[in-house]
């Protein structure tokens, strides 16, 4: 369990067991589409940041290639919102101008 990361980022295992339960609650808390995803790209990306500050894997190579894959369902999480064809109403579009702010 703990020789996946390095011995300082042991608790690395517990940081993405939480990403994991994050995004298995966004669907189940909020019903637009458009907000689902919003919300997906932003418990992503935050993690993301997180990963890239923490460095937890034991090489560089496996820290910049889980940033890259992370990233990549990134831009296809976008890439999917912008085709859905879904229209904003008000309350997605108040979420992701909220979602913005605290970026």
Do not use: E
Request: proline share 3%; charged share 10%; net charge positive.
């Amino acid at each position: 369990l703990f020789k996946r990361f390095r011995p300082k980022r042991y608790y690395y295992g517990s940081v993405m067991l939480t990403r994991s339960l994050c995004l298995c609650f966004i669907p189940a808390i909020f019903s637009s589409l458009s907000v689902q995803i919003a919300m997906l790209v932003a418990v992503l990306v935050g993690f993301l940041v997180l990963q890239q500050q923490l460095n937890p894997w034991h090489t560089k190579l496996m820290n910049v290639i889980d940033g890259l894959l992370v990233f990549d369902v990134v831009m296809l999480l976008l890439c999917g919102m912008m085709t859905s064809g879904s229209k904003l109403d008000m309350d997605s579009i108040s979420m992701l101008s909220y979602l913005f702010m605290i970026w």
